[in-house]
């Protein structure tokens, strides 16, 4: 299918021979629908529409209608597992140089089967230029959309789809990306597109934008003076010039006119008091480093003068930077981030975009596809299809920066439930779901790669046994694993790439690439034989709790809840003992449990609160199936209904590791209803229920939380919020703040993070806070 | 007098009303600098005064006389020293009063190359202070202050006179090398609101580069004889006409030196399109900045003075139409005949209470 351009079709002056590999770039041609091309003066970004066929596991119980005690049924499954196609709504968004559009355009053509499409959207400079191209290959109608409403339109896009999308830029951190979390409300905000010349627009919602200024020098400025000068033709290697020079050669800095500060002023020596002051005068030749210098100086200086006065007569405090002038160059990100704080006085951040390329193709996109209502859902970054923020290294000459950013992708999946805050969240615009930021903690992160490219081989081998009856299963296995190494090398050299490297981050990725090669539940075997065996001690394990007295039944159940955590294919010490010795049983677990005081010990403070009036509801975020749910957490929420408290089981909408899913926990809820009337009458009167969390991932953003969760919270007064196992409330959410009361409670089963936190392997965190009086009140 | 990047401003009082007496007992060295001053226009290589500007019946201090104005490039201060050392200005019992970054930065050199003591003074309180002077006693003849009525149409637009009697509040524009933007609230009350380091001698160091020129005299030539829009990218450029979406007219600049990524117009264009382009893209951005500033301060008179403006009618010209143009005539653009003197005069009356 490789297709070699410019060879065959004449000699067109901007084609460039190319293979274009059919797999990687312009995926899912197939299914395309709704095109969209932004076409800029040096790069084209391609958006369309796509549906993916995805294998989903499904589990359905078995007819249990014949009255038949739970011993008959010993020995069969509890539930059958299918695997079937599911359809999901992907957004595929492709960025490539404007010499490769023709290429492209033909590889569209061949590879296009849908034919409902005859139109494209188009905005962007070039997007007249290459009409009739456009039009002549791909047999659609360019339909020209306004540059401007294309621009505001993805940025609210990126804004509320993509956490992380905001940057702040700091050259000489540790971390020269400081993401930000994305705020639930993102309005308004003020966007400075430096192109050729500049627009500062105000952004009041998603319909209301309005151009409030602008100015003429801009990147064309730098781009045209800059040729002047220094005989340079190419925008990239201007920069590169500029990065070496030094503008104190042909700038007149205050310490040029006053011998030093002008200290009245509190203005500092070094600062320019003249740009180009020192070249009015034929006697001396300047260098073109240093006149490319002190022209970005003098053009990011002065479009952040400009933004400042701006963003203070409309008093606005987020401004974030786009536009040719900064996609992605460390220079020009610098000089603006300091121009800023220089005259804000540190009041203003700049802030820039991972996806700012990408914006006005994804307007244009969204301009298309109005009736599908695209923003009527959430959306979430595909790490696996997407290329990720590319390294910015200034050491990283031109050529090789075009030559690895020959084709960046974005994708984006269509999420089936609509994401929102936890309402629960003290401080919503502060919260940060994850616990450590790998992009900052150099030493965390180096464990944290080695340890997953460590645990490689093992997912490859339960993604094969997963699908013994498929031959084929090893080929797409060993596809996956070459992809999944690929990103976590990317990732070691650029931990920016998606965001804040976090573990949540590492997790998803790797979840995403399963996806990806139709591994979509490699662990529903496991779950389900796991779930069968647990479901037999149910009973059990009520019985023995029930006979203890009040005291020591609170105490039982909360190490129950404990070891039934230590079950975790996720936690690599574990899946090594359960794959060696699987009669690891519940009671050894128990044993392998640190003795208290545990590492972190609020058990006294829970005991003292169990003996007061129960909760009115309680939010349960569970973990893994088998033991886990079924004889650690369903015996001690039991204990919880039959105080007068209301239960909300919160799990996964889709499979992660061995969590248990919605779809699962509502089998196996049905199942351990009929075993037992405590259950089964909660159930009945909805006293318990079970909501989805939205998310497919092991670990828990409480910002991005399916839309019903959030309503039923709401409507039921939930008043203590339960966070279980590793990934949920030590990974993340450990410092999370809650405007209730809370419980996070974890079995450490990892001896790295274990020996970091001061404890030991299967160290137990059990955290119990309660909101102060101010906290409440917020 | 008044050392700024770029240029010396010198004010020298001439006393008209001097008797026989004080005549005679005038030393030596003062007689032959008042010769020398008021005899010439041109000193040296850079040195000129500007006749057309000097003040004649004065009073100042109970003294009838005349204000001579005179400027020479910073890069002359050596020889200047050297002059005042063979003229034996310290022999003189009169104190220098200096301000602008100069006065500090060549402290040292007054003392030990000319034996001269400088009270150096702040160059924003000087400017203020000259400002409001000038005003003052300029009454007959020529009015100091003026405007350009009709700035947007070329056919009408006239200077006029303008009565600056009431001045508060009021931005006041320095343009010399650099930029510095003062809001005035009265004669004690006033702020630098912002500054910026594109001014003249951004357009002077860029002129020298592009078109090899070497005084601000010819660089405003060619900006005379040049086109700018064969170096601009105008809105309807890109747009075909207006960017209506957004009021923009097609006129506007939509890139300064935006034609200049393109190779064939980069061949294309002459040193005075550079030069005009140039000029044009420093007087838009100060407009524009100072536009902001009017509104953030909510003032809308604004005087702009320096030495960039100094025979600049065209910046004067496009400052006047960009201020009412892009304000919807909402702000007034002033200008003073003494541009970029008024820092040297109002060092000048701290002459008698030097601290």
């Known amino acids: 299918m490789a297709l070699s351009g410019g060879t065959d079709r004449g000699s067109h002056r901007m084609d460039k021979s190319i293979i274009l590999p059919p797999d990687e770039i312009f995926r899912n041609l197939e299914n395309a629908k709704r095109f969209a091309i932004d076409i800029g003066g040096s790069l084209t970004k391609l958006a369309y529409y796509s549906t993916v066929q995805h294998k989903v596991a499904k589990v359905r119980s078995f007819d249990h209608s014949a009255k038949v005690s739970f011993q008959e049924t010993d020995g069969d499954p509890l539930y059958e597992i299918s695997v079937q196609e599911e359809i999901t709504a992907r957004l595929h968004f492709i960025k490539f140089e404007n010499a490769y559009i023709e290429t492209c355009l033909d590889f569209i053509k061949d590879h296009l089967v849908n034919t409902e499409t005859k139109v494209i959207k188009a905005t962007g400079g070039g997007a007249y230029k290459f009409k009739d191209l456009i039009e002549k290959k791909l047999k659609l109608k360019v339909d020209k959309e306004d540059e401007m409403t294309c621009l505001i339109k993805g940025c609210n896009f990126v804004l509320k789809n993509i956490p992380h999308e905001a940057f702040v830029y700091a050259k000489h951190a540790d971390s020269e990306f400081r993401f930000q979390n994305t705020h639930p409300d993102i309005f308004p905000y003020l966007l400075i597109n430096i192109g050729s010349g500049v627009s500062i627009v105000k952004v009041e919602s998603e319909d209301k934008f309005e151009r409030i200024g602008g100015s003429s020098i801009g990147g064309g400025t730098f781009w045209g003076l800059g040729a002047l000068l220094t005989k340079t033709k190419r925008f990239d290697e201007l920069l590169q010039l500029a990065s070496k020079g030094q503008h104190t050669n042909v700038d007149m800095l205050v310490k040029d006119i006053y011998g030093g500060a002008y200290g009245s002023l509190g203005l500092t020596g070094d600062l320019i008091a003249s740009s180009f002051g020192k070249s009015a005068t034929t006697d001396k030749e300047f260098s073109k480093e240093d006149m490319a210098k002190s022209l970005l100086h003098m053009i990011s200086n002065d479009i952040g003068q400009l933004a400042c006065l701006y963003a203070k007569l409309h008093n606005l405090t987020r401004v974030y930077f786009g536009g040719f002038f900064i996609r992605g160059h460390p220079v020009t990100m610098h000089t603006i981030t300091y121009s800023i704080n220089f005259f804000t006085k540190g009041e203003v951040q700049a802030l820039f975009l991972r996806h700012e390329g990408y914006l006005g193709a994804i307007g244009a996109f969204l301009k298309g596809a109005e009736e599908d209502n695209p923003n ?89 046994a997963s699908q013994k009856d498929q031959p084929e299963a090893a080929e797409r296995a060993e596809k996956f694993r070459q992809k999944y190494r690929h990103k976590l090398q990317t990732l070691r050299h650029q931990p920016f790439a998606y965001g804040s490297l976090t573990v949540r981050s590492l997790l998803d990725t790797r979840e995403h690439c399963l996806n990806e090669f139709n591994f979509p539940d490699p662990y529903s075997k496991i779950k389900q034989k796991e779930n069968d065996m647990a479901l037999k001690y149910y009973l059990k394990v009520v019985k023995s709790v029930e006979e203890l007295s009040w005291e020591q039944r609170q105490f039982a159940l909360v190490k129950g809840l404990l070891a039934g955590n230590v079950f975790d294919w996720g936690a690599k010490a574990v899946s090594d003992v359960l794959e060696t010795d699987p009669e690891f049983g519940f009671e050894q677990a128990k044993q392998q449990l640190q003795e208290r005081p545990w590492l972190v010990d609020a058990y006294s403070q829970w005991i003292e609160r169990m003996k007061g009036p129960p909760h009115k509801c309680a939010l349960f975020f569970v973990d893994n199936s088998g033991i886990d749910i079924i004889l650690g957490v369903f015996p001690f929420i039991r204990e919880l209904l039959l105080r007068g408290t209301e239960v909300v089981l919160a799990s996964n909408s889709g499979p992660a590791l061995n969590d248990v899913t919605n779809s699962e926990l509502q089998i196996l809820t049905e199942r351990i209803a009929a075993m037992d009337p405590v259950i089964q009458s909660a159930f009945k009167e909805d006293r318990l229920a079970l909501v989805q969390n939205g998310s497919s991932s092991p670990c828990l953003d409480l910002s991005r939380l399916d839309k019903v969760l959030a309503t039923v919270v709401r409507e039921r007064g939930t008043d203590l919020v339960i966070i279980e196992g590793m990934g949920r409330a030590i990974h993340t959410n450990y410092y999370a703040m809650l405007s209730c009361e809370s419980l996070k409670l974890a079995v450490i089963k990892n001896s790295w993070l274990a020996e970091r936190l001061g404890g030991k392997i299967f160290s137990v965190v059990f955290k119990y806070e309660v909101p102060s009086k101010s906290q409440e009140q917020h | 007098m008044d050392i700024g990047g770029t240029l010396v401003k010198l004010v020298y009082f001439e006393p008209k009303d001097i008797t026989a007496e004080e005549e005679q007992e005038e030393v030596e060295s003062l007689k032959s600098i008042r010769r020398f001053l008021t005899s010439h226009t041109a000193y040296g290589k850079t040195g000129i005064r500007d006749v057309h500007l000097e003040l004649l019946d004065l009073t100042l201090w109970g003294r009838k006389g005349s204000l001579h104005f005179i400027r020479f490039s910073t890069h002359e201060l050596p020889a200047f020293l050297q002059m005042g050392r063979n003229k034996h200005f310290s022999s003189l019992h009169t104190a220098l009063c200096a301000t602008g970054g100069g006065a500090f930065k060549y402290e040292e050199d007054f003392r030990t190359m000319a034996n001269l003591k400088l009270f150096k003074l702040d160059e924003l309180e000087c400017l203020i202070k000259g400002v409001l002077y000038i005003d003052s006693v300029v009454s007959s003849g020529l009015s100091e202050c003026y405007y350009f009525e009709h700035p947007t149409d070329p056919e009408l637009c006239e200077q006029k006179a303008y009565n600056l009697e009431n001045p508060y509040p009021l931005l006041l524009v320095n343009i010399g090398s650099g930029v510095s933007i003062l809001a005035v609230y009265s004669k004690d009350n ?76 980069r061949e294309s264009v002459s040193k005075e399109d550079l030069a005009r382009a140039t000029l044009v893209t420093i007087t838009n951005n100060i407009g524009s900045i100072t536009r902001m500033c009017a509104l953030n301060e909510n003032i809308k008179r604004v005087v702009f003075v320096g030495n960039f403006l100094r025979v600049n009618t065209l910046s004067m010209k496009l400052l006047a139409y960009a201020l009412d143009y892009w304000s919807k005539g909402q702000l007034k653009a002033l200008f003073l005949r003494h541009e970029g003197y008024f820092g040297a005069v109002g060092a000048l009356l701290e002459l008698p209470n030097p601290s």
């Not at chain 1, 805050?421 to 790669?449: C, F, G, K, M, Q």
């Not at chain 2, 609101?193 to 005299?217: H, I, K, P, R």
Request: hydrophobic share 35%.
């Open chain 2, 190 to 265: 006033y702020k630098r609101v912002t500054g910026t380091s594109l001014g003249g001698g951004t357009f002077l160091g860029l002129c020298c580069l592009l078109t090899g020129c070497s005084t601000f005299e010819e660089a405003l030539a060619m900006a005379t004889e040049g086109e700018s829009t064969r170096v601009d990218k105008l809105v309807r450029e890109i747009y075909g006409g207006d960017y209506e979406r957004f009021g923009l007219p097609g006129w506007a600049v939509a890139s300064s030196f935006g034609n200049m990524m393109c190779k064939e117009k």
């Open chain 1, 376 to 464: 009527q859902y959430s959306w979430g970054e595909n790490y696996a299809g997407s290329s990720g923020l590319m390294s910015v290294s200034p050491e990283l000459n031109p050529v090789q920066r075009a030559r690895s950013g020959t084709f960046d992708m974005l994708e984006m999946d269509r999420l089936e439930r609509q994401l929102v805050n936890l309402p629960l969240l003290h401080d919503p615009t502060s919260y940060i779901p994850d616990t450590v930021d790998l992009t900052e903690d150099a030493l965390a992160r180096d464990y944290w790669l080695y340890c997953f490219e460590d645990a490689l081989d093992g997912v490859v081998k339960r993604a094969v």
